[in-house]
Nanobody, 127 residues
Framework: QVQLVESGGGLVQAGGSLRLSCAAS????????MGWFRQAPGKEREFVAA????????QYADSVKGRFTISRDNAKNTIYLQMNSLKPEDTAVYYC????????????????????WGQGTQVTVSS
């Protein structure tokens, strides 16, 4: 089992940047594919980005491609989401999640595949 704690959210102006972190407990962190999801007010939670166990494979939602970067530091049991050129439509609660059943060669995008979730961190982008 793994526990996830997000941090780094906040209020930023459009065009600005934020870096989210997600710290995981447990010694099996390296066995998990990790992902970021977000949920805006009145909308369903959606996929943002995911990264394989080694970090070799990453995938992004079209809406954030070229602006967001997911990374992980297995020595620190932590993943990151660097968010640049933020837009008001990026406003949401951002969740990190762990997928225990994924492959080392590809990531899974569906949130149903993710077993563990953090509590979320709020990101608000003002226009």
């Amino acid at each position: 089992q793994v526990q996830l704690v997000e941090s780094g959210g906040g209020l930023v102006q459009a065009g600005g940047s934020l870096r989210l972190s997600c710290a995981a407990s447990g010694r099996t962190f390296i066995t998990y594919t990790m992902g970021w999801f977000r949920q805006a007010p009145g909308k369903e939670r959606e996929f943002v980005a995911a990264i394989t166990r080694s970090g070799a494979k990453r995938q992004y939602a079209d809406s954030v491609k070229g602006r967001f970067t997911i990374s992980r530091d297995n020595a620190k049991n932590t993943i990151y989401l660097q968010m640049n050129s933020l837009k008001p439509e990026d406003t949401a609660v951002y969740y990190c999640a762990a997928d225990s059943g994924g492959s080392m060669w590809y990531v899974r995008l569906s949130q149903e595949n993710y077993d563990y979730w953090g509590q979320g961190t709020q990101v608000t982008v003002s226009s």
